[in-house]
């Protein structure tokens, strides 16, 4: 918010990597027509891995997403026939561009670790799991097609127990 206070895009990129496990391609490609408000969920037909999907967001991103695209310079943007959420420099998002706004944020926060957008997957994962969010929900927000893939972005001291729990869920 700091960073950019009027449009906040940081704000809304950094929320909506770390609640909707969204890829890099997918968040870069992400077009007005993905969004469903009403459901409240974001259909993920573009960008890599990607077969069509939904993924849930949160109300406190629906609130702020719609702010967003009401801000007058995202409509200027895209009453100029563009159609992705994010740009930069009146150009759509790139991949580059995108890790450096992740770079320079960790930076002015003081983060020393290396931070890219895949790492909020991860983040996603552990804040979905430390809530007590079930390991399938889990998997189904992250849109793996194996389980072992997605115990693998949990804590490793839980994994046993998720697994578990997921086992003996299948068998009632």
């Known amino acids: 918010l700091k960073a950019d206070p009027f449009v906040r895009k940081f704000y809304i990129l950094i929320?909506?990597?770390s609640t909707t496990a969204l890829r890099n391609k997918e968040?870069?490609?992400?077009?007005?027509?993905?969004?469903?408000?009403e459901r409240k969920v974001i259909l993920v037909n573009?960008?890599?891995?990607?077969?069509?999907?939904?993924v849930y967001m949160p109300d406190s991103l629906v609130?702020?997403?719609e702010r967003?695209?009401?801000h007058p310079v995202v409509e200027e943007w895209r009453n100029s026939g563009h159609s992705e959420v994010f740009f930069e420099n009146n150009r759509p998002l790139t991949k580059a561009g995108l890790n450096r706004i992740i770079k320079n944020l960790c930076l002015?926060?003081?983060?020393?670790?290396t931070v890219t957008a895949h790492s909020f997957r991860h983040?996603?994962?552990y804040l979905m799991q430390s809530s007590g969010i079930d390991i399938i929900a889990?998997?189904?927000?992250?849109?793996?097609?194996?389980?072992?893939?997605t115990l693998r972005y949990v804590p490793p001291v839980d994994a046993a127990k998720l697994l578990n729990d997921a086992c003996s869920d299948l068998l009632q």
């Not at 002015?108 to 670790?113: L, R, T, V």
């Not at 927000?141 to 893939?149: D, E, F, I, V």
Request: glycine share 4%; aromatic share 6%.
């Open 15 to 17: 929320l909506l990597m």
């Open 27 to 37: 968040i870069i490609q992400l077009t007005y027509e993905q969004i469903d408000f």
């Open 46 to 54: 573009k960008g890599q891995k990607t077969s069509s999907e939904v």
């Open 63 to 65: 609130v702020e997403l």
């Open 68 to 70: 967003y695209l009401h």
């Open 108 to 113: 002015e926060a003081g983060i020393q670790k």
């Open 123 to 125: 983040t996603t994962a």
């Open 138 to 149: 889990i998997k189904r927000q992250l849109r793996h097609k194996q389980l072992s893939t």
